[in-house]
C-alpha cells in the first residue's frame, strides 16, 4: 500500500475528530518552533495536550513524559519534531499504542513512515505543521501565520 498525501478535506477532518494531541521532541526553548506549536495548542485549548521529550520534565506547568508508552492514555494525533531518520522509531510506539494519526512536521519525511504507518491504518500526514493547518482551518493565519483578528477578506483601507 502506497502513501498518499491527505488532502485538505482530509486534513481537516483529522484535525476536527482529534481530541488529544502528543508533541514528541517538544522544547522548552522559546525559539524552538516546537515550543511555538506547543504553545499556541495548549493556550488555544483546543487539544488536551501532552508534551513528549525525556531530556525535560516540565513545560507550562505540565508534566513532559519521557516516551509516548509513558503517557496516561492514547493521543489522536502524535506531531513529531524530530529527524526524518529518527521518525520510524516514533511511529513504532504509536502504532504499539493503537494512534490514529503520526504527523511530521514541517521538513521532516520518511517513506518508511509513510508506507508503514499507512499500512498499520494510520492518517500519515508528512511535511506539514499542524499549527499552521489548524489555523487556517480556522481563520487564524496570516501571511507570518498569526491571527490578525481580521474576518473579512478585504483588506482594510489604509
Known amino acids: 500500500m502506497s502513501w498518499v498525501e491527505p488532502n485538505a478535506v482530509k486534513r481537516l477532518e483529522i484535525i476536527q475528530e482529534a481530541k488529544t494531541v502528543a508533541i ?7 525559539a ?38 509513558d503517557l496516561p492514555e ?31 512536521q514541517l521538513g521532516v519525511s520518511n517513506d518508511e513512515v509513510a508506507s508503514r504507518g499507512t499500512a498499520a491504518g494510520l492518517n500519515v500526514v508528512m511535511n506539514k505543521c499542524l499549527k499552521i493547518e489548524h489555523a487556517r482551518f480556522h481563520g487564524g493565519l496570516h501571511l507570518a501565520g498569526f491571527n490578525t483578528g481580521v474576518i473579512s477578506s478585504r483588506r482594510a483601507a489604509l
Do not use: C, H
Not at 24 to 30: A, D, E, I, Q
Not at 40 to 68: C, E, H, R, T
Not at 74 to 103: C, N, Y
Open 24 to 30: 514528541v521532541g517538544v522544547s522548552s526553548n522559546r
Open 32 to 69: 524552538r518552533s516546537s515550543y511555538f506549536v506547543a504553545s499556541y495548542l495548549k493556550g488555544g485549548g483546543y487539544y488536551k495536550v501532552y508534551f513528549v521529550n525525556p531530556m525535560i520534565d516540565q513545560l507550562f506547568g505540565d508534566q513532559v513524559y519521557a516516551s509516548l508508552a
Open 74 to 104: 492514547v493521543p489522536d494525533i502524535v506531531d513529531v519534531f524530530r529527524k526524518s531518520s529518527e521518525t520510524p522509531a516514533v511511529l513504532d510506539e504509536a502504532i504499539a499504542l493503537g494512534v490514529k494519526t503520526i504527523w511530521l
